[in-house]
């Protein structure tokens, strides 16, 4: 069965460093995206990336936080200047062309001392 | 600011029984309403989704929407204990961008 591919499982970074979460949607899917997930709470949504522009995104999507897909198959999430706060699981997913069949990946759990 | 309410649970029923979970929302514009489960540590995978007021049945899921009241439920029949998970009500307002609201899940714990 087809599946959403995340890479790092988990991600250790100090304060302040760059990191880059990827991502790897399934082959035939149109719409991709980013969620979080912090440790007890909801799982929130950050952005969707259709047609290769953002779609939408949320107010937690400031500007320490880029999406690209550089190339045909990868999905990739920058945070420039990571926070505490920004400790998190992040799930990226993807769909073909319909919400009803979002698949999520397994998540990268991102932890910033 | 657009909500889903859940209650938190633990929700606690023995093997075989039926499990009922609730959910509300806030914007009624939603039209597309969805239910993951979520193991701990795991993603969110989809259980069912539902569009029209009414129950829809799937094996022994059965999802009940109501539009006029808000309200959205989960009947899980002969629960099973690897039923025990976190389950997540999702609503979507539709358009393009396919932006789901998730509320904070409710915590089933079926005994054996």
């Known amino acids: 069965e087809p599946e959403v591919t995340q890479t790092p499982s988990h991600q250790v970074t100090q304060m302040g460093q760059e990191v880059i979460l990827r991502c790897v949607p399934i082959s035939n899917h149109l719409y991709f995206y980013w969620y979080r997930q912090i440790l007890g709470q909801k799982v929130e949504f950050l952005v969707s990336f259709y047609n290769n522009e953002i779609s939408e995104k949320s107010e937690i999507f400031d500007d320490q936080f880029s999406v690209e897909r550089p190339d045909g198959s990868n999905f990739t999430l920058k945070i420039r200047s990571t926070k505490l706060e920004d400790s998190a699981m992040y799930f990226c997913a993807s769909s073909g062309t319909g919400i009803e069949k979002l698949f999520f990946g397994s998540g990268t759990q991102l932890s910033v001392l | 600011q657009k909500e889903v309410e859940q209650n938190s649970g633990p929700l606690s029923v023995p093997e075989g029984a039926i499990a009922s979970l609730n959910c509300t929302y806030s914007d009624r514009g939603s039209q597309s309403f969805f239910w993951y489960r979520q193991y701990s540590g795991k993603s969110p995978e989809l259980i069912m989704f539902i569009y029209s007021n009414g129950d829809k049945e799937d094996g022994r899921f059965t999802a009940q929407l109501n539009k006029a009241s808000q309200y959205v439920s989960l009947l899980i029949r002969d629960s099973q204990p690897s039923d025990s998970a976190t389950y997540l009500c999702?609503?979507?307002?539709?358009?393009?961008?396919?932006?789901?609201?998730f509320g904070k899940g409710t915590l089933l714990t079926v005994n054996p």
């Open positions: 999702a609503v979507s307002s539709g358009g393009s961008n396919y932006k789901l609201t």
